[in-house]
């Protein structure tokens, strides 16, 4: 069943821009939504190398030239579109996508299969 939770304003995040969402009676930053040249996507925030969180500092998840989405760990980068490994630890490897919405300006995602046990990187 569907979960979706509302993770702000799609105006304050940005183009290219990327934003940590939080989940009520979850830790830490479970999820992240991210933006670039009008192409919106919601991840888990977990590497499929090690399952470590993505960011370097709250709410930073893209390199340095805000081109790909960057874990902080190990340096993987991936494409923002869907999420795809193309060069670290877990090359050829995919981020796990969240359905994501707009609605009147507003980003909701659907954070039905965060309640799973961590998938791994395995087949979506
Ligand atoms: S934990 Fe992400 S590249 Fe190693």
New binding site residues.
Partial sequence: MAEWIEAGELASLGDPGARGVRVPGREGVPLFVVHKAGTLAAYRNA?P??G?PLEWMPDRFLDMDNSFIQ?A????LFRVGDGYCLR???ARQSLEALPVRLEDGRIWVDVSALSRADGGSGHG
């Fill in positions: 590497c190398h090690t470590a874990c760990l190990h340096g993987a670290g630890p877990c």
